[in-house]
């Protein structure tokens, strides 16, 4: 069977900074047209940090889309200035927690919502932290708080319902198999 959508008709609706909305006519694998509604988004990278004490990194923001404060790992966009995700998790974590790491190492990547955004996220671990003296500028629109949170308090947050964006939630199950591995007392 052919799953490829011919695009037959593009408009684009809104280009704002960060997203730009298109709606698209597409010719299906049977012959029949339909519309997609696509947020075309930039790329971003996220960072699962760990303490010394083996406390997450995590940071506290007001999230209007949900209007609601969010308890997330820091991440941020793939700027001009980044030469990769890399460098983007670098420069995004300095900037969102005051830290810089020794140690980074890839540890996955995938599409946020692929049904309407083509937005993709690359997720980094970041260990043997330590903070800056001076570090980078938090970007002018963001009020950034940090939390640094043992693995119960982390749960914690998230019974709450204060740590619910997907990438934070991935992080959490990513530490918890971690320390599953580590065979640590788990619930």
Same mark, same amino acid.
């Given at each position: 069977m052919d799953f490829y959508e011919e695009?037959?008709?593009s408009k684009?609706?809104?280009?704002?900074?960060?997203t !730009?909305?298109?709606? !698209?006519?597409?010719?299906?694998?049977?012959?029949?047209?339909?519309?997609?509604?696509?947020? @075309?988004?930039?790329r971003a990278a996220a960072i699962i940090a760990f303490t010394e004490e083996d406390k997450l990194v995590l940071v506290k923001q007001y999230r209007k889309a949900i209007e609601q404060v969010s308890v997330e790992i820091p991440a941020g966009l793939i700027d001009e200035t980044d030469d990769n995700g890399l460098s983007a998790?670098?420069?995004?974590?300095?900037?969102e927690t005051g830290y810089q790491a020794k140690e980074w190492s890839p540890v996955t990547s995938y599409y946020s919502t692929p049904g309407?955004?083509?937005e993709y996220l690359e997720i980094f671990e970041a260990k043997d932290l330590s903070k800056v003296d001076s570090p980078l500028d938090?970007?002018?629109d963001e009020t950034i708080e940090l939390i640094e949170a043992s693995y119960d308090e982390a749960?914690?947050?998230?019974?709450?319902?204060?740590?619910?964006?997907s990438k934070s939630v991935f992080a959490?199950?990513?530490?918890?198999?971690? @320390?599953?591995?580590?065979?640590?007392?788990?619930?």
């Open positions: 695009t037959v008709k684009s609706v809104f280009k704002g900074n960060v !730009e909305y298109v709606v !698209e006519q597409v010719r299906l694998p049977n012959g029949k047209l339909a519309q997609r509604e696509i947020v @075309r988004h930039d998790a670098k420069r995004e974590f300095e900037e309407f955004t083509d938090q970007d002018e749960w914690e947050l998230y019974e709450k319902g204060e740590l619910r964006d959490l199950f990513y530490w918890k198999m971690k @320390r599953l591995m580590m065979n640590k007392d788990v619930e």
